[in-house]
């Protein structure tokens, strides 16, 4: 079946760094759009980054662009979010998700079929 494993989370000072992996398995990862959520405690799910099955084209939220970049390497089935300049409010449980429909990069979390279970991202101040 269809499984995505996220790592790469962790504690860290506010304008520290982390990089978020996810690795994909029992898809044709090419044929995916991969995304990025998280959800810190008594907020709603977001669109952190995401990217179309090729990679030309990304989608972040306006509350990271500048900080985050999303990356893919088809070849190795992982998707990357490279996290800059972190801020206590980056607090969260970050997600892995992948769509295989959408040319580009659907925006809602209910455009996506697989998820991962999730990294916590602890940024402290």
């Known amino acids: 079946q269809v499984q995505l494993v996220e790592s790469g989370g962790g504690l860290v000072q506010a304008g520290g760094s982390l990089r978020l992996s996810c690795a994909a398995s029992?898809?044709?990862?090419?044929?995916?759009?991969m995304g990025w959520f998280r959800q810190a405690p008594g907020k709603e799910r977001e669109l952190v980054a995401g990217?179309?099955?090729?990679?030309?084209?990304?989608r972040y939220a306006d509350s990271v662009k500048g900080r985050f970049t999303i990356s893919r390497d088809n070849a190795k089935d992982t998707v990357y979010l490279q996290m800059n300049s972190l801020k206590p409010e980056d607090t969260a449980v970050y997600y892995c998700?992948?769509?295989?429909?959408?040319?580009?990069?659907?925006?809602?979390?209910?455009?996506?079929?697989?998820w991962g279970q999730g990294t916590q991202v602890t940024v402290s101040s």
């Open positions: 998700a992948a769509d295989q429909e959408s040319p580009t990069v659907p925006a809602y979390s209910r455009q996506y079929d697989y």
């Open positions: 990217i179309s099955r090729s990679g030309k084209f990304t």
């Open positions: 029992g898809v044709t990862f090419s044929n995916y759009a």
